[in-house]
């Protein structure tokens, strides 16, 4: 893998996304539909936050509400780490790897939502199967419900 190689090369362009005042109905079907664990949540074409499947599990399943009547709003996660599309992918590796996350949202200069990079996409598409590997030991090393 060329050193230069950015997250634009290798991120998933284009994810669906949800607003706050969507339901978790809405952004439950999106992570069905597409395959996906998560949807970004947006403000016209910035990003506000993600909203993930274990999201809606912790904080609307698990406390019984209806899933028709929850926002997105009500159970997305705010704290969002993003990076620029011209990011090296090595950079991005090491974001993942000291934040203990497994998916960043990829924004362009006017910080609008482009794309989304997990560490799947980075084990596809890359070669550096060593740092991808360690990357994911140390995603894993996050304490449960992070």
Do not use: C, F, W
Not at 7 to 32: C, G, L, Y
Not at 55 to 60: N, S
Not at 95 to 122: F, H, K, T, W, Y
Request: glycine share 6%; no cysteine; charged share 30%.
């Amino acid at each position: 893998m060329p050193k230069n190689k950015t997250i634009r090369e290798v991120m998933t362009a284009n994810p669906r996304t949800v607003t706050d005042k969507d339901k978790v109905i809405d952004a439950a079907r999106i992570m069905r539909d597409q395959d996906t664990g998560v949807v970004p949540v947006v403000n016209g074409k910035k990003i506000i936050g993600m909203v993930t499947d274990r999201d809606i599990v912790v904080r609307a399943v698990a406390d019984g509400k209806n899933l028709s009547d929850v926002s997105v709003n009500d159970v997305m996660t705010r704290k969002v780490q993003t990076v620029k599309e011209d990011t090296p992918v090595s950079e991005v590796m090491n974001l993942m790897s000291r934040e203990q996350i497994r998916r960043v949202p990829v924004v362009n200069a006017s910080d609008e939502l482009v794309g989304i990079v997990s560490i799947g996409d980075l084990a596809t598409h890359t070669n550096q199967d060593g740092k991808v590997g360690q990357t994911v030991e140390n995603i894993s090393e996050a304490p449960p419900n992070r």
